[in-house]
């Protein structure tokens, strides 16, 4: 039984803490995953949708306004530009084939901004599955053109009502659904978080960010950039940027939300900081570090970005963190806000909430000279999305 | 007292174990010792008594609100740990929790707690066989029993290897889904009683809230069942709460010794 054991962590982190009933479950999703990730077929089905539904490759831009601006070289990974306008459909691409070829009937998801939640949607139209959204109540409001966009692509969405009403209560919902209908349905996770294969395979699934990138600054560099700038609240898009230079000599910058301050209280962090200031815990079927209070609770988390709002980091990410591979930093609403406009203004791009707090550590770290001379950005999603919170507060 | 030796004495006069569930601190620290009291003189054989955790994922509606209204009422793990030592149970008491606050305390003080507090036996949710190595070994070292589940889903190799550890009872989850009450026993619960073959005690649990219930389930093979959601309901509705919550006891309890 213990065969596997090894595979499923990160150092001590990962995992698969999980009621019984859905262990089957993963080891069957495991043993399909390996099964695939490197089959010839799948891969070619899977790269065929990449390109031609997603609208793979993203363009790296240089961002040539905000490099004068800022004083360093910008390079932008336009994630923003794939189907959907945001790096989460290729992650739901590859998970919605291989539940196609698992003859799984339904697929279910949690979404916290909703951008998740579309991909989802866009998947389950595509390979014709029947798809259903779990979404905190308190976000369904905040982002209610998401909850639009999704039912009209024939995906019910579930408001969910317990707890803080965010994207840690909508997983718990999910994972519900999923123990009681795990014979039929694929719990399509949306981020590298959950039990093992989870952060493993939605990891491998958006590393063709880090891929594209690799062969993009090579032509247009000749060499690797100094530093990546990912924003990190699951850390899907950071580790899909990351991944593929992790054995690289570049330097790693993954950005949480500060959100109104760095302070906790027993119930709730005013920020969704985790790796820089969570500890070592257990939840949502992984070891990680966790926003709890000293007995253990799960503190309810904040940021201007639905996206970022998580109590929970991926298990990769925590011992990248732990051995020194990537430097996790913090940006906060206010300085997101302000990258944002900075974006718009210089470069006349729209970034989501998310990814401007990536843009906003680069602003203030340009001065320390920690990114070095060429900094790539994951621009992780636009920022349509976004204009009635950013509206709100225009003063 | 340890679970097997309730066991046996049952086994003795060829009666089923009533399990009963409620959390600790629904909805006040107070009310637990008073609760308890009632579903002991219902006649209730083993007391789990739950820790509440912020983010219970095998829990359904019921128990989820419960183990709010503790939280709300102020439950913490130390809390916990001094109101189980001042229940001075002459049955067994188990704790069920997640297993981040098992972790956050540290394991080893954590069933030393329990072992000090007069817990016999643990049962974590959220912990397969796959993550309990480290804790199974501290549970054996202070005579605590840690009490596996297995579902319908369970296979074979995975039903052997967590049958050999297995300390205490075996729960048996009746029906693929989370805790709740139902009014039907499903199929899949008696072909997993009869696939568990096993010389310790099984008792199943998920979805019951009656005798008759009950009764089905002790005449398809098993040695107790596990009522939770029924008694957290009571608890929840404010009525009549120690009167009603004995009531159900004893209606189920007859449940489990008519065969």
Same mark, same amino acid.
């Given at each position: 039984?213990?065969?596997?054991?090894?595979?499923?962590?990160?150092?001590?982190?990962?995992?698969?803490?999980?009621? $019984?009933?859905?262990?089957?479950?993963?080891?069957?999703?495991?043993?399909?995953?390996?099964?695939?990730?490197?089959?010839?077929?799948?891969?070619? $089905?899977?790269?065929?949708?990449?390109?031609?539904?997603?609208?793979?490759?993203?363009?790296?831009?240089?961002?040539?306004?905000?490099?004068?601006?800022?004083?360093?070289?910008?390079?932008?990974?336009?994630?923003?530009?794939?189907?959907?306008?945001?790096?989460?459909?290729?992650?739901?691409?590859?998970?919605?084939?291989?539940?196609?070829? %698992? *003859?799984?009937?339904?697929?279910?998801?949690?979404?916290?901004?909703?951008?998740?939640?579309?991909?989802?949607?866009?998947?389950?139209?595509?390979?014709?599955?029947?798809?259903?959204?779990?979404?905190?109540?308190?976000?369904?409001?905040?982002?209610?053109?998401?909850?639009?966009?999704?039912?009209?692509?024939?995906?019910?969405?579930?408001?969910?009502?317990?707890?803080?009403?965010?994207?840690?209560?909508?997983?718990? $919902?999910?994972?519900?659904?999923?123990?009681?209908?795990?014979?039929?349905?694929?719990?399509?996770?949306?981020?590298?978080? *959950?039990?093992?294969?989870?952060?493993?395979?939605?990891?491998?699934?958006?590393?063709?960010?880090?891929?594209?990138?690799?062969?993009?600054?090579?032509?247009?560099?000749?060499?690797?950039?100094?530093?990546?700038?990912?924003?990190?609240?699951?850390?899907?898009?950071?580790?899909?940027?990351?991944?593929?230079?992790?054995?690289?000599?570049?330097?790693?910058?993954?950005?949480?939300?500060? *959100?109104?301050? %760095?302070?906790?209280?027993?119930?709730?962090?005013?920020?969704?900081?985790?790796?820089?200031?969570?500890?070592?815990?257990?939840?949502?079927?992984?070891?990680?570090?966790?926003?709890?209070?000293?007995?253990?609770?799960?503190?309810?988390?904040?940021?201007?970005?639905?996206?970022?709002?998580?109590?929970?980091?991926?298990?990769?990410?925590?011992?990248?963190?732990?051995?020194?591979?990537?430097?996790?930093?913090?940006?906060?609403?206010?300085?997101?806000?302000?990258?944002?406009?900075?974006?718009?203004?210089?470069?006349?791009?729209?970034?989501?909430?998310?990814?401007?707090?990536?843009?906003?550590?680069?602003?203030?770290?340009?001065?320390?000279?920690?990114?070095?001379?060429?900094?790539?950005?994951?621009?992780?999603?636009?920022?349509?999305?976004?204009?009635?919170?950013?509206?709100?507060?225009?003063? | 007292?340890?679970?097997?030796?309730?066991?046996?004495?049952?086994?003795?006069?060829?009666?089923?174990?009533?399990?009963?569930?409620?959390?600790?601190?629904?909805?006040?620290?107070?009310?637990?010792?008073?609760?308890?009291?009632?579903?002991?003189?219902?006649?209730?054989?083993? #007391?789990?008594?739950?820790?509440?955790?912020?983010?219970?994922?095998?829990?359904?509606?019921?128990?989820?609100?419960?183990?709010?209204?503790?939280?709300?009422?102020?439950?913490?793990?130390?809390?916990?740990?001094?109101?189980?030592?001042?229940?001075?149970?002459?049955?067994?008491?188990?704790?069920?929790?997640?297993?981040?606050?098992?972790?956050?305390?540290?394991?080893?003080?954590?069933?030393?707690?329990?072992?000090?507090?007069?817990?016999?036996?643990?049962?974590?949710?959220?912990?397969?066989?796959?993550?309990?190595?480290?804790?199974?070994?501290?549970?054996?070292?202070?005579?605590?029993?840690? #009490?596996?589940?297995?579902?319908?889903?369970?296979?074979?190799?995975?039903?052997?290897?967590?049958?050999?550890?297995?300390?205490?009872?075996?729960?048996?989850?009746?029906?693929?889904?989370?805790?709740?009450?139902?009014?039907?026993?499903?199929?899949?619960?008696?072909?997993?009683?009869?696939?568990?073959?096993?010389?310790?005690?099984?008792?199943?649990?998920?979805?019951?809230?009656?005798?008759?219930?009950?009764?089905?389930?002790?005449?398809?093979?098993?040695?107790?069942?596990?009522?939770?959601?029924?008694?957290?309901?009571?608890?929840?509705?404010?009525?009549?709460?120690?009167?009603?919550?004995?009531?159900?006891?004893?209606?189920?309890?007859?449940?489990?010794?008519?065969?």
């Amino acid at each position: 039984m213990s065969q596997a054991l090894t595979s499923t962590k990160f150092g001590k982190y990962g995992g698969q803490y999980v009621p $019984e009933i859905l262990m089957p479950a993963l080891l069957e999703l495991t043993d399909y995953y390996e099964k695939y990730k490197d089959d010839a077929v799948f891969n070619a $089905e899977l790269d065929h949708y990449l390109k031609d539904f997603a609208g793979r490759p993203s363009p790296l831009y240089l961002a040539k306004n905000l490099s004068k601006e800022y004083g360093i070289k910008i390079y932008l990974k336009r994630e923003d530009l794939v189907h959907g306008g945001a790096h989460k459909l290729n992650n739901t691409l590859g998970q919605g084939l291989l539940a196609k070829y %698992m *003859g799984k009937k339904r697929i279910i998801a949690e979404t916290g901004a909703g951008q998740h939640g579309t991909a989802c949607a866009m998947a389950g139209a595509c390979f014709g599955v029947s798809t259903e959204v779990y979404m905190g109540a308190k976000d369904t409001v905040r982002q209610r053109m998401n909850v639009y966009r999704m039912e009209l692509m024939g995906t019910k969405v579930i408001p969910v009502k317990s707890g803080s009403q965010t994207l840690k209560d909508a997983i718990n $919902e999910a994972m519900r659904d999923w123990v009681a209908n795990v014979e039929t349905t694929h719990y399509m996770i949306g981020s590298v978080v *959950g039990p093992h294969p989870f952060p493993t395979m939605v990891r491998d699934f958006q590393s063709v960010i880090g891929k594209e990138v690799r062969l993009q600054i090579l032509e247009k560099e000749g060499r690797f950039p100094d530093s990546i700038v990912a924003c990190t609240g699951g850390g899907s898009n950071a580790m899909g940027i990351f991944h593929p230079f992790v054995e690289e000599d570049v330097d790693l910058f993954a950005v949480e939300a500060g *959100g109104s301050g %760095m302070k906790t209280t027993d119930k709730e962090a005013l920020h969704s900081a985790t790796l820089c200031t969570g500890e070592d815990g257990v939840l949502h079927g992984m070891r990680t570090k966790v926003l709890q209070n000293k007995y253990g609770q799960i503190l309810e988390s904040s940021s201007i970005a639905a996206g970022l709002d998580y109590a929970g980091v991926g298990p990769e990410l925590a011992y990248l963190a732990d051995i020194g591979r990537l430097k996790p930093c913090y940006s906060m609403d206010s300085e997101a806000l302000d990258a944002f406009h900075d974006l718009c203004r210089f470069e006349g791009i729209i970034p989501a909430l998310e990814s401007s707090h990536a843009l906003a550590y680069v602003k203030k770290a340009v001065a320390s000279g920690e990114l070095g001379d060429i900094v790539v950005v994951n621009v992780s999603g636009r920022g349509d999305k976004d204009l009635e919170t950013v509206m709100g507060m225009r003063t | 007292m340890r679970i097997a030796e309730k066991f046996k004495q049952l086994k003795a006069k060829n009666e089923g174990a009533l399990i009963a569930y409620i959390c600790a601190g629904d909805p006040t620290p107070e009310g637990t010792k008073e609760y308890v009291t009632a579903l002991v003189r219902g006649g209730v054989d083993i #007391i789990e008594l739950g820790l509440p955790f912020s983010d219970p994922v095998a829990d359904g509606p019921t128990i989820q609100a419960g183990i709010q209204r503790a939280l709300d009422g102020g439950m913490t793990p130390d809390l916990y740990f001094r109101t189980v030592s001042s229940l001075k149970l002459h049955i067994p008491l188990i704790v069920m929790t997640y297993y981040n606050l098992i972790f956050k305390r540290g394991l080893e003080k954590f069933v030393k707690d329990c072992a000090a507090s007069g817990i016999s036996g643990i049962i974590v949710p959220d912990l397969p066989p796959e993550e309990s190595g480290d804790l199974l070994q501290i549970c054996r070292k202070n005579e605590v029993d840690l #009490i596996y589940l297995v579902a319908p889903t369970t296979t074979e190799t995975r039903m052997e290897h967590i049958l050999a550890e297995g300390a205490g009872f075996i729960y048996l989850v009746a029906r693929l889904g989370v805790t709740g009450a139902r009014s039907d026993v499903a199929t899949s619960t008696g072909e997993l009683i009869k696939r568990v073959k096993t010389a310790t005690p099984k008792a199943v649990g998920f979805g019951i809230s009656t005798g008759d219930q009950a009764a089905q389930i002790i005449h398809a093979g098993a040695d107790g069942v596990i009522v939770g959601s029924a008694f957290v309901n009571i608890i929840g509705s404010g009525q009549d709460v120690p009167e009603r919550l004995e009531a159900l006891a004893r209606e189920i309890k007859k449940g489990v010794i008519s065969n």
